[in-house]
């Protein structure tokens, strides 16, 4: 049995019909795993995952101006590189998911600011 990976699951290897096999399953005795913000579809300020992966750059810092286009993020699955473009101009106003952090399609990666909203209530 393996040790626990970020989100809590361990790694099980055995053998089965001369087979070596393994399988990831929750490690209970752990706390649970910190729980994802999912994107609202509705709210073009919320940047989310394209796909399942993990985050492997970020291209910004809260408080940056960005341009519609520019390169966010990128994330990585089976060997595969996905970049995240800005869909709006504005000001990056969270990072919700740092390198490393694993996410699923949906998730929440950044909340960006539109910049015409620049004015505080």
Do not use: W, Y
């Not at 626990?4 to 099980?12: Q, R």
């Not at 994802?36 to 995952?49: G, K, L, N, Q």
């Not at 000001?91 to 960006?112: I, R, S, Y």
């Amino acid at each position: 049995m393996g040790e626990p990976d970020s989100e809590g699951l361990c790694s099980i290897f055995f053998e089965l019909n001369g087979q070596p096999r393994e399988v990831k399953v929750r490690d209970r005795s752990l706390a649970a795993p910190p729980s994802r913000r999912e994107a609202d579809a509705d709210d073009p300020s919320h940047v989310a995952a394209p796909m399942r992966g993990v985050v492997i750059s970020l291209s910004v810092e809260v408080g940056q101006r960005v341009a519609q286009g520019d390169r966010l993020a990128s994330i990585e699955a089976m060997k595969m590189e996905t970049a995240v473009f800005a869909e709006i101009d504005g000001v990056v106003e969270e990072v919700v998911a740092e390198v490393g952090t694993h996410v699923q399609a949906g998730d929440l990666l950044l909340v960006v600011k539109a910049a015409d909203d620049d004015t505080d209530d």
